[in-house]
């Protein structure tokens, strides 16, 4: 279990209340730092410092007002969340849960608390790490398919609003699963993870490299005004993974083919536009061999 110092903040407490239930100083589940704001909107306006922890504080019985639920559920994207309260009825609970909070504590158990907030960030850091891992590819570092698919949706939707094209890239290295045959798994992902950091320094920040297999990346051009654009950062690139690679002393000689697909000509939908390119890497349509003209690298 972490000793790290927790940054706790109360949401909504009464002025003047008096905190039976308040995180005690000395408690082996700390340490705590504890702030508190009046409302979720404070929170949502970025008015606080990050916290680790947001406790909420629901009255119950006559003084209870509406949850409110958006403003809640962006709460809970952001840290651990728990609900203390003197009462809360079955179907408010669940509710609650199914937004995003961790736990929900009853005043009468108050002394379980420091527990509860540490298990709760601490529960929240490890689903953080399950998402991460489930969206990224673990041997490059890179987004996986499934979280570049998502990265493409989001940005097309974003150009049906302001339209401008977009570019994807898939890249087909070819002979990795010779390597790994040859020289063994580690050899073929040291290959894999410097054409990773090749990718990724070629391009801008705003631009996603994904890892899409084991002999497959991708590149999400978020925007070019032109296809000579893109063009240009194909030839780019298809230069810098010519250069060899040094596997364990040895210089290891790549070849890789390219397909691209632009949006809106090639499809408007994020598996249109990959299949499209996927398709056009397959087929060889664009490839740079190793040992062609030795252009500058820009």
């Known amino acids: 279990m972490s000793d790290k110092l927790l940054r706790v903040v ?55 007002q ?28 669940q509710r609650l849960l199914s937004t ?7 005043e009468s158990n108050s002394t379980s608390l420091a527990q509860r ?8 850091s ?22 570049f698919i ?11 609003r302001e339209p401008k094209p977009v570019s994807v890239l898939v890249f087909r290295i070819e002979g990795l699963q010779g390597l790994e045959a040859a020289r063994g798994q580690e050899s073929a992902n040291v290959v894999r993870r410097k054409v990773a950091v090749r990718l990724r320094a070629g391009v801008r920040a705003s631009d996603v490299v994904a890892s899409l297999g084991v002999d497959a990346f991708a590149v999400l051009l978020s925007s070019t005004e032109s296809p000579a654009d893109a063009t240009h950062v194909v030839d780019k690139l298809q230069r810098w993974l010519r250069e060899p690679v040094t596997v364990t002393g040895t210089s290891v000689a790549l070849t890789s083919f390219v397909g691209v697909a632009q949006f809106p000509k090639d ?32």
């Open 10 to 64: 109360w949401i909504g407490l009464p002025q003047g209340a008096t905190l039976p239930w308040a995180l005690p100083a000395g408690s082996p589940w700390g340490p705590f730092v504890a702030d508190s704001v009046d409302t979720l909107d404070v929170l949502s306006a970025g008015e606080s410092q990050p916290a680790d922890a947001l406790l909420l504080y629901l009255p119950s019985g006559a003084q209870a």
């Open 66 to 93: 509406p949850v409110a639920w958006p403003a809640l559920s962006a709460a809970c994207a952001e840290a651990a969340v728990i609900v203390v309260t003197a009462e809360v009825d079955i179907t408010t609970q």
């Open 100 to 106: 995003g909070v961790q736990d929900v504590v009853l």
């Open 117 to 124: 907030v540490r298990l709760a960030v601490e529960r929240r």
């Open 126 to 147: 490890v689903e953080n790490d399950a998402v991460k891992a489930y969206a990224t590819d673990l041997g490059t570092g890179l987004p996986n398919r499934q979280q």
């Open 150 to 160: 998502e990265h493409m949706s989001q940005l097309l939707a974003l150009r049906e």
């Open 267 to 298: 499809g408007r939908q994020p598996d249109e536009l990959l299949r499209h390119a996927s398709t056009a890497a397959m087929l060889g349509a664009y490839g740079m061999q190793p040992g062609a003209a030795n252009d500058p690298i820009t």
